[in-house]
């Protein structure tokens, strides 16, 4: 539970510290889970796919009833995504004991969520290129803050630094081009396409890596249920590619962003060893918040096309990158400082 | 115990607020959601916009976007291998304009063969733009797209340039050939299809569509089109009046709606569903006027200006998150 405490306060200014309960975290997480799975499927492919079905009444009766329930979904995981960032960054900030360290994380938080409301009130290039700022020093911050930790071993480090890499060469695409609009200057950003495309090597090549990482450790746990899935999943995709009505292109400019410019099976042996380990976290009880952090990460996408799949990386990254690990069953509250779990 | 079970009725309060609050948001048809794709933008051009001239100078005051593109896989036939298209737009006196420029090694105009396919390019946009984002493969029969098509073979197809038999195969020779302007030999011609028409004043099509398969002409031909190869790059200028009468896109000073683009390569024998598609961008249609000046800064000092900005910015953050970590480790 969301509760203050005030005896630890080590300095003068010190804000009471905050904690959040598990069971109450673990809750909304899976709400917002949930609903991104629902927006996904409903909006981002339900509807998009909907092209190839035949034109009736009932199928357009059924398509608009996705496309509705869908809007509901996104609404949904847009308010728990924002309401998830702003407690576990305000629970991180108050859970500081450094001032100094205290201040930068206030301060991106502060800017996140000023930049958030803005871009949603006014949608000014200004604030859109705030919050993408303020989004990717987030991200920025979460991955550093693993790479600095000592008790972590390579793999995890080398998976969060792909999927913190891949995400800053999209902002760099991204916020390259704002950039120039509000400087008023009519040419293209150095190297936009380029560092855009590298990103999107470094997508496929996280798949490899968050399997090294936690799937390879666990996948045993996927168990021949959750691997046949997954292999058939993979299979109707790569062979879709092979009929005249393909989903392929929906799920991935779409879906995730990704332009398909190298070999389809590189993406498809991508994705089946990603999937095997979110398959195999979410069967490992200690590891949900690995799976989570995944999961939210596929969803968002290579290419977030609103803020709300910003937060969803943001939020990722905190998992798996065990940041935002800060969560104490209140029954046994202890008010230690973030609690930082090695995310093996 | 009692904390666990207050948890969980807190956790059940706080998604009840937001299942109330999305179905809100959802009954009034709005999105808690800010686009934070890349953003097209037609500024207001003080000189006028020579349609004839692709390459003309005003089109350094409009801020161009580089849009990735990629094949177009979902309906048969299926194809593209167009790398990434250039856009800019302006308008003038009531008009939009939207150049794409892409590169091209060779100038394909002519379909005066069957195993001669044209360049092309389209823009297209949602009929009417909302919340909800038609597809961007041809639209969705509830929200249909209007499509604005160049092909360069119209453009050397059009006036006094149309293509005849002879001009593509110099030497043939034909003793007799009897059925000339005779209607019924001609039915494409003769039924109205506007690519079998011979007396084409513009080399760009205005296409509605609602789904794969329902491409069609529009009523109204309003639409300009005009494009120039040069040294391995197409420029191919779009224009049409901001409102027009009509089921089409419209703009207007300070709005926004949504622009996607597709590129064809008739040297890989690209046409119809083969070809290179992008997601669709924002387009916003300012009132400001374009001076394309960058503040006066070179481009080489704006570009230096960006990436070493964003270079300190990312430094900082990583100088500060290490700081967090080691300070909170030590404390």
Known sequence: MLSPTVSRMSYKWQLPRLSVSETLL???????????????????LTTRIGVHVPRSELAGDGLQAASFVGSFAFNSASILAIVLTVLLLLVMTTQVRDRVARFVLAAISGALMI???????????????????????????????????????????????????AYLCYQYYSLSHIAYRLLDYAALPPLGIDVLRWGEVLVVLAGAAVFWAWGRPRWRLAGRVGIALVVGFVAVVGLSTMTPSSTTSILALWTTGMSFFLPSPVYLLSLALYLVTVVACFRDKDAFWLGTGLLLLLVAGYMPEATYHHLLIILGVGFLAGTFNIVEEASERTPAPISVHAPN | MGTLSSSRRLSTGILALVLVGAAVLTLLDLRLASSQTITLVAKRSENAIPLDDPSADVWDKGAPIQVPLSGQ?????????????????????????????????????STGRQNDFTDAAAVQFPVEHGESVPAFCMGNPEAPVNIWQWKAS???????????????????DVDLYPFEDEAEFYPASASGNIVARADRTSAADNLLAGSFGTLRAAEDQMVNGMGS???GKWRVVFSRDLEVAGEYAQFSEGDSTNVAFAVWDGARAERDGIKSVSQFMT??????????????????????????GLVVIVGLAAAGSYLLYTRRQTA
């Open chain 2, 229 to 231: 190869w040069d040294d």
């Open chain 1, 115 to 165: 930049s958030l409301a803005m871009s949603l009130v006014t949608g000014g290039a200004a604030w859109d290129g705030a919050f993408g700022l303020a989004a990717t020093l987030a991200v920025l911050m979460l991955g550093v803050t693993l790479m600095a930790r000592k008790d972590v071993r390579t793999s995890p480090r080398v998976a969060v630094a792909l999927v913190v890499g």
């Open chain 2, 154 to 172: 119209w453009q050397t197809g059009t006036g006094a340039s149309v293509l005849d038999v002879q001009d593509v195969y110099p030497n043939v």
């Open chain 2, 73 to 109: 896989n979902v309906v048969a036939p299926k194809g593209g291998d167009q790398g990434t298209v250039t856009a800019r737009a302006l308008h003038h006196d009531g008009k939009l304009y939207i150049r794409l420029e892409w590169n091209d090694e060779s100038e394909d105009a």
């Open chain 2, 283 to 308: 387009l916003e249609i300012s009132p400001e006027i374009a001076t394309g000046g960058g503040g006066g800064l070179s481009g080489e000092a704006v570009g230096l200006f960006v990436v070493v």
């Open chain 1, 26 to 44: 673990r809750q909304v997480v899976l709400g917002l889970v949930v609903a991104a799975l629902l927006e996904i499927v409903l909006l981002r």
